[in-house]
């Protein structure tokens, strides 16, 4: 069961657009919205993370939007970079009434972004 | 210096091998981690461990044993590989149980062949 779903699978824009990848949630048990962007041959790294109490997060050129009731978040990268090609995660930690599962993260697909130069 | 290290980065073996892969981390944390990423790059979390002791283990196959010997090092030992198992394998750790901002170390890809 795919607990936390992301879309889109792949992103392609150009040089100063605004990708923004969505995800959405089921579980009411959690507490805590990261994302993480990987480079090729590495690991994922954490990027911006926000709590369910706060609408907006924002990190330099990067954006979470949350909704609760919605149970949804997404990520808008302001006037992307092509450094910024990278495949982005966002993810969902299970809070410490998730008995057992407390502290586990739950990835979404991710998403393959690409910004052409 | 890197915070998190696993050793090795690449591992080919034949099926019904047993192999290990190590982690250490110089970070100080309480937890760690391990996770599998698939073909299709989809993360999933495998075990948790915080301060040696075991939190979350999942669905995994008991092929598949984590060893703590202190709580800066998670290694993951793996009995009678298998065509599927081929993946790479990502070690985290994160100051606290609840406190889940993961630190991912390099990787290992596994091929199983």
């Known amino acids: 069961q795919q607990q936390v779903k992301q879309s889109p699978q792949s992103l392609i824009v150009q040089k100063g657009g605004i990708p923004i990848i969505n995800c959405a949630y089921e579980?009411?048990?959690?507490?805590?919205f990261p994302w993480y962007q990987q480079f090729p041959g590495k690991g994922p790294a954490l990027l911006i993370a926000i709590r369910p109490d706060v609408s907006e997060k924002k990190e330099g050129r990067f954006t979470i939007s949350f909704n609760k009731s919605a149970k949804q978040f997404s990520l808008h990268i302001m006037d992307s970079q092509p450094g910024d090609s990278a495949t982005y995660f966002c993810a969902a930690r299970t809070s410490m009434f998730g008995g057992t599962s407390y502290g586990k993260l739950t990835f979404g697909q991710g998403t393959i972004l690409t910004v052409h130069p | 210096d890197t915070a998190v290290s696993q050793t090795p980065k690449y591992l080919v073996t034949q099926m019904g091998n047993d192999k290990s892969i190590k982690c250490e981390q110089n970070l100080g944390h309480d937890t760690m981690y391990w996770y599998k990423q698939d073909s299709k790059k989809f993360l999933k979390i495998m075990f948790s461990?915080?301060?040696?002791?075991?939190?979350i283990n999942e669905t995994v196959p008991n092929r598949f044993s984590p060893k703590s010997p202190d709580k800066a090092h998670l290694n993951l030992h793996i009995n009678s590989l298998e065509l599927g198992d081929s993946a790479v394998y990502f070690c985290?750790?994160?100051?606290?149980?609840?406190?889940?901002?993961?630190?991912f170390g390099q990787g290992t890809r596994l091929t199983v062949v």
């Open positions: 985290a750790s994160s100051p606290t149980l609840g406190n889940t901002e993961a630190f």
């Open positions: 461990y915080n301060n040696k002791e075991l939190i």
């Open positions: 579980n009411t048990a959690f507490d805590y």
